[in-house]
């Protein structure tokens, strides 16, 4: 008698996207982007603290760069729908080159834009990087899936991005103070503005693609309206999106590590770029893992599970004044966090079609992307009324609270079990 194959017998290929020629272009255009973008977060921040000696001045960091994001995020998602997505990231890239070059020539001796309007000249920039950005989400987002042969690959197509991405944030920010430290600002903005013209390169070497067949075209409103619409009407999905953006809103402490490397843990920027690049540690560890060993199986109280891993990891990084077990606590919450945002992406990927994943992804970033730049702004609002150690504590706790609700009230979520697939 013949033995049955169940799917179990199926090998699971953790390279399976990674040999796909334009994948691979793809991530590496993605690494050099994160990198450049990550760089910049550390020069940007240190020296806009070095200037202010204002908590809040790093809060307004995060806010420049989250409104303009915000305002023209549906409207991003519509345009990544309606044109070809390489073409959207060519132009949004080479903005963002222009915006690393900007800062490049502030810090030249030809130039005293920053004797002269102080940090004015640093948010302008950022305000216009974070238009470029907020277009830029929606159109790599619903790119990536037209790179890769059906969506049996997406999970492993979104943990290889995010390793990548998470690897970049990683080595970003260890990069970017080293340099800073001891080649000095020019040298580190150089460097950003090299990285982002590479990540340009990349992205011209993968051939354009066609938009997917659009079954229902929509006027612009109609068509915004329908984005918002499939979100609000998915449970999941919006449980989903809605834990990672309070998480994110509430828990994050990055924007005040130039504070903590500054005043509390006595570092120098060399030690705030190993601080900045500690969560990515943990993810990069996480997402490597989870190419091997991808979750299914109760895939949303694991979920669950890491938000509040992320939310305790915090609190005590805020009570820490050893720059050690601060950098452990920074790596555990960046493992935490790697989980969520894999489950997340692979849930969004899978439950949108092809032709609407440029609204969606515009309205995940307005949730979760922009709560970054928002969470920041909160961050050095609450550090400049209560101090640091306060407000990553109190951001953490209430980051146990929305996990403590999630899962008394989105059954679905709690519930969530994610089909597992093969290369």
């Given at each position: 008698m013949k033995e049955k194959k169940g799917p179990e017998t199926i090998k699971h290929d953790p390279y399976a996207v990674l040999r796909l020629p334009e994948f691979r272009l793809y991530i590496s255009a993605r690494l050099c982007i994160t990198l450049a973008m990550q760089i910049q977060a550390v020069i940007v921040g240190w020296q806009i603290y070095d200037i202010t000696k204002d908590p809040f001045s790093l809060g307004l960091i995060g806010l420049a760069e989250a409104i303009p994001s915000i305002v023209v995020s549906l409207y991003a998602g519509y345009l990544a729908d309606m044109v070809p997505r390489k073409k959207i990231i060519m132009v949004v890239v080479s903005v963002l080159m222009l915006c690393?070059?900007?800062?490049?020539?502030?810090t030249l001796a030809i130039s005293n834009t920053i004797a002269l309007f102080g940090v004015l000249p640093i948010y302008v920039i950022i305000f216009i990087s974070g238009i470029a950005r907020g277009f830029m989400n929606p159109a790599v987002f619903s790119f990536m899936p037209q790179l890769v042969t059906g969506k049996?690959?997406?999970?492993?197509?979104?943990?290889?991005?995010?390793?990548?991405?998470?690897?970049?944030?990683?080595?970003?920010?260890?990069?970017g103070g080293l340099v800073y430290g001891f080649y000095g600002i020019t040298a580190a903005y150089a460097t950003d503005a090299i990285l982002v013209f590479l990540s340009l390169l990349s992205f011209a070497l993968i051939a354009a693609k066609p938009l997917p067949e659009n079954i229902n075209p929509q006027n612009l409103k109609e068509s915004l309206k329908s984005g918002i619409k499939f979100v609000f009407g998915n449970q999941v999905i919006l449980n989903a999106i809605s834990l990672d953006m309070f998480a994110v809103l509430f828990g994050g402490a990055v924007a005040l590590l130039p504070i903590f490397a500054s005043d509390i843990l006595k570092t120098g920027p060399q030690g705030l770029g190993f601080l900045r690049a500690a969560p990515a540690v943990g993810s990069v560890i996480m997402a490597v893992w989870m190419a091997y060993y991808p979750i299914t199986v109760q895939a949303g109280k694991k979920m669950l599970w890491c938000v509040a891993g992320f939310g305790v990891s915090l609190i005590l990084f805020g009570v820490s004044t050893n720059f050690w077990f601060s950098l452990v606590m920074l790596i555990l919450s960046g493992a935490f966090d790697s989980i969520s945002v894999i489950i997340r992406s692979t849930l969004i990927h899978t439950l949108t079609p092809e032709y609407?994943?440029?609204?969606?992804s515009s309205v995940n970033s307005i949730f979760v992307g922009s709560s970054n730049e928002i969470g920041a702004f909160r961050a050095g609002a609450m550090a400049k009324l209560l101090g640091a150690v306060p407000s990553v504590v109190l951001g953490g706790l209430i980051t146990l609270g929305v996990v403590g609700v999630t899962a008394l009230k989105a059954d679905k979520l709690r519930n969530l079990d994610l089909e597992p697939t093969t290369a």
């Amino acid at each position: 008698m013949k033995e049955k194959k169940g799917p179990e017998t199926i090998k699971h290929d953790p390279y399976a996207v990674l040999r796909l020629p334009e994948f691979r272009l793809y991530i590496s255009a993605r690494l050099c982007i994160t990198l450049a973008m990550q760089i910049q977060a550390v020069i940007v921040g240190w020296q806009i603290y070095d200037i202010t000696k204002d908590p809040f001045s790093l809060g307004l960091i995060g806010l420049a760069e989250a409104i303009p994001s915000i305002v023209v995020s549906l409207y991003a998602g519509y345009l990544a729908d309606m044109v070809p997505r390489k073409k959207i990231i060519m132009v949004v890239v080479s903005v963002l080159m222009l915006c690393s070059a900007a800062l490049l020539y502030f810090t030249l001796a030809i130039s005293n834009t920053i004797a002269l309007f102080g940090v004015l000249p640093i948010y302008v920039i950022i305000f216009i990087s974070g238009i470029a950005r907020g277009f830029m989400n929606p159109a790599v987002f619903s790119f990536m899936p037209q790179l890769v042969t059906g969506k049996q690959l997406y999970a492993n197509a979104i943990t290889w991005s995010s390793t990548t991405w998470q690897a970049a944030s990683l080595v970003g920010p260890a990069i970017g103070g080293l340099v800073y430290g001891f080649y000095g600002i020019t040298a580190a903005y150089a460097t950003d503005a090299i990285l982002v013209f590479l990540s340009l390169l990349s992205f011209a070497l993968i051939a354009a693609k066609p938009l997917p067949e659009n079954i229902n075209p929509q006027n612009l409103k109609e068509s915004l309206k329908s984005g918002i619409k499939f979100v609000f009407g998915n449970q999941v999905i919006l449980n989903a999106i809605s834990l990672d953006m309070f998480a994110v809103l509430f828990g994050g402490a990055v924007a005040l590590l130039p504070i903590f490397a500054s005043d509390i843990l006595k570092t120098g920027p060399q030690g705030l770029g190993f601080l900045r690049a500690a969560p990515a540690v943990g993810s990069v560890i996480m997402a490597v893992w989870m190419a091997y060993y991808p979750i299914t199986v109760q895939a949303g109280k694991k979920m669950l599970w890491c938000v509040a891993g992320f939310g305790v990891s915090l609190i005590l990084f805020g009570v820490s004044t050893n720059f050690w077990f601060s950098l452990v606590m920074l790596i555990l919450s960046g493992a935490f966090d790697s989980i969520s945002v894999i489950i997340r992406s692979t849930l969004i990927h899978t439950l949108t079609p092809e032709y609407m994943k440029g609204r969606v992804s515009s309205v995940n970033s307005i949730f979760v992307g922009s709560s970054n730049e928002i969470g920041a702004f909160r961050a050095g609002a609450m550090a400049k009324l209560l101090g640091a150690v306060p407000s990553v504590v109190l951001g953490g706790l209430i980051t146990l609270g929305v996990v403590g609700v999630t899962a008394l009230k989105a059954d679905k979520l709690r519930n969530l079990d994610l089909e597992p697939t093969t290369a």
